[in-house]
């Protein structure tokens, strides 16, 4: 979760269907306990089934997963922020949009194998819960920009000490 789940205004009873619908990764944010791991989850199993149905060439899957990373980072900021709006809550937890792209972010170069793709997810998970400077700083932006960016960055850090790891193991 980026920013507290704090009410900053009462719920709106209208809801943009699209926002709902991408920001909560396709109800994967409604999933109780622990909307972040499944929102995470979801990503990484779409990457890896991806990964085995398509059969991409490694700088395939390492490009469509950095276009995917940056397409649902765009897309994140508005629909985070209309529906963070919508639920009167500054970082609704059921909003796990910024957990796709940080974890598709972590999976960047990463070997399509159970292995490698579990400690991208479990360094990811850390590091957004953790969150050690500067990421903490970064979920303080505005509504959906300080939703998604937290996760970002906790992505990039996850892919550094994957990358790392990756080349050890």
Aim: glycine share 10%; net charge neutral; hydrophobic share 50%.
């Amino acid at each position: 979760m980026a920013n507290s789940s704090r009410q900053i205004h009462p719920p709106i009873e209208k809801k943009t269907l699209w926002a709902w619908t991408l920001g909560t990764f396709f109800g994967a944010g409604l999933l109780k306990p622990g909307p972040g791991t499944y929102g995470s989850i979801a990503a990484l199993l779409l990457w890896y089934g991806a990964a085995h149905a398509l059969h991409p060439s490694f700088a395939a899957l390492t490009t469509g997963t950095v276009l995917a990373a940056i397409l649902v980072t765009l897309i994140g900021i508005p629909a985070a922020t209309i529906v963070a709006r919508e639920s009167g809550r500054e970082d609704p937890g059921h909003v796990v949009i910024d957990e796709v792209a940080g974890q598709l972010i972590a999976l960047i170069a990463i070997t399509p194998g159970w292995r490698h793709a579990a400690i991208s997810l479990i360094l990811f998970r850390l590091f957004d819960i953790l969150k050690p400077p500067p990421i903490r700083q970064l979920e303080r932006l505005p509504e959906g920009t300080g939703i998604m960016m937290d996760d970002v960055a906790a992505g990039v850090l996850a892919l550094v000490c994957a990358q790392i790891f990756q080349t050890f193991v």
